[in-house]
C-alpha cells in the first residue's frame, strides 16, 4: 500500500513539474524581453546624447564658417573699391555702375556666405532640425549654384566699362593692380560635413526607434499571449 502511495505522490509531482515548465519558460522569456526593451532605450537615450553633442559641435563650426565666408566676400569687394579709387582722375566711375560692378565681383563669395548664414540658422534651431527643414532646404539649393558660378565666372576686377572710350585707360590702370586669388567657397564644403553628420544621426536614430519598436512589439504580444491562456 506505501508502495502503491508513493508511486501514485512521484506521478503528481511530475505532472505538476510539467505543467509549470510553460509558465517559467513564459516568465523567463518575459523577463529576458524586459531586459532588452531597457537596454534598447538605454541606447536611444545614449545616441540622443551623442547627437546633441554633435549638434553643439556642428554650431561652433557654423560660426567659423560664417566667418570665413564673410572675410572671402570682403576679399573681392576690398580689391574693388582699391581698383576704383586708383583710377585716373580723367575715368569717372557712376555710382550706379560701381554698385553693379560690387555685386558681379563679389557674387560668389556672396551666395557662399548666404549658405554659411543658413547653416548657421539650421544647427542652431531650437528643435533639432532634418532635410527638409527650409534653412538646410535652401542651402542645398544655394550649393550647385555657388559651385557653378565658381567655376564659370571669373574676377575681371572692377575697372572695366562697357564704354569703349574708356575701356583702354581703365585696363591700363587696373593691370598695375594685384587682385587676390578667388578661394573655394568655404561654405560649400561645411554644407557637406553638415549633410554626412546629419545622414549618420539619421541612420542611428531610425536604428534605434526600429528596434525599440520591434521589442515593444514582443514584448506587448507575450504578454497578450499569457493573458489568454490564464482566462483559459
Not at 59 to 80: K, N, T, W
Request: charged share 25%.
Amino acid at each position: 500500500y506505501n508502495i502503491i502511495l508513493k508511486t501514485h505522490s512521484d506521478k503528481m509531482s511530475q505532472v505538476g513539474k510539467e505543467k509549470s515548465k510553460p509558465s517559467q519558460l513564459a516568465s523567463s522569456v518575459e523577463e529576458e524581453l524586459e531586459k532588452a526593451v531597457k537596454s534598447v532605450a538605454m541606447t536611444k537615450y545614449r545616441t540622443e546624447q551623442l547627437h546633441e553633442n554633435w549638434r553643439r559641435h556642428l554650431f561652433r563650426m557654423s560660426v567659423g564658417a560664417v566667418l570665413l565666408s564673410m572675410h572671402q566676400y570682403s576679399e573681392p569687394i576690398r580689391d574693388c573699391i582699391l581698383e576704383m579709387k586708383n583710377l585716373s582722375p580723367a575715368t569717372q566711375v557712376e555710382p550706379i555702375f560701381a554698385i553693379k560692378k560690387l555685386f558681379m565681383e563679389g557674387l560668389v563669395e556672396l551666395v557662399n556666405l548666404i549658405i554659411a548664414i543658413l547653416l548657421f540658422r539650421f544647427t542652431d534651431m531650437d528643435k533639432p532640425g532634418d532635410f527638409s527643414s527650409r534653412p538646410y532646404f535652401i542651402a542645398a539649393i544655394l550649393v550647385p549654384i555657388c559651385i557653378s558660378l565658381f567655376f564659370t565666372t571669373e574676377r575681371c576686377g572692377c575697372a572695366l566699362d562697357t564704354n569703349p572710350s574708356q575701356d583702354e585707360a581703365m585696363k591700363n590702370d587696373a593691370s598695375s593692380l594685384s587682385r587676390t586669388e578667388r578661394q573655394f567657397p568655404v561654405a560649400v564644403i561645411y554644407h557637406l560635413i553638415v549633410t554626412v553628420c546629419y545622414w549618420f544621426m539619421k541612420v542611428g536614430m531610425d536604428s534605434c526607434e526600429a528596434n525599440l519598436e520591434t521589442v515593444t512589439k514582443m514584448k506587448k504580444q507575450l504578454n497578450k499571449t499569457t493573458l489568454q491562456k490564464k482566462r483559459k
